[in-house]
DNA sequence: CCCTGATTCGC
DNA sequence: GCGAATCAGG
């Protein structure tokens, strides 16, 4: 891989297709890949892979100009912080697969990340060592939960 | 108040 | 086709 860096790729397609019918949140599937959060969705809805939301009648049609109103850069400083504001964009943590195992192996101390493999249809875990009442590891729990003040229950 | 989902538009 | 921008809803 000299130079090349394909956006979407036949395995980021099928983790994201695998991702969003896990459940997981659009936010959640972007932070994992590696893309920002419009990347997921728009992607998604190219595939016609929308969770259900076919709305008839379109009001947001009115398109009249770049209005800065409040500057929605939310999304990149909670990317920034994600990633750690100055390096690849590569998830941070040392998540490794090789300790994947299914639902009936989790254990307490086990991170429950959800693993799809883009060519079994074995789904799995990453079964990390994740500290004491923490569900996930080091690096999933950094994507799992915001760093910023608000520790919101995630509603997806 | 903020975040998430989906569509639309520019490149 | 991809991604950012925008809107609507919760």
Redesign the pocket.
Known sequence: MPVLSP??TDER?ELLKQHFEAG??????AADIG?????????????N???????DD?????????????????????LATIYGDTDAPVVAGPIDEANRCSLLELSENRCRWPISTPGAEDFCFCGNSAPDSQPYCSGHSRLAY?P?G?A?V???
Do not use: F, H
């Not at 997981?24 to 599937?29: D, F």
């Open positions: 956006t979407w397609i997981l949140s659009c936010r959640e599937i893309v920002s959060r419009n990347a997921v969705i728009g992607k998604l809805s190219r595939l892979l929308t969770r259900g939301r076919t709305i379109r009001k947001v049609q009115d398109r009249p100009a770049r209005a800065p109103r409040t500057v929605p850069r939310l999304q990149y400083e909670m915001r910023n608000r919101r995630m509603r997806g």
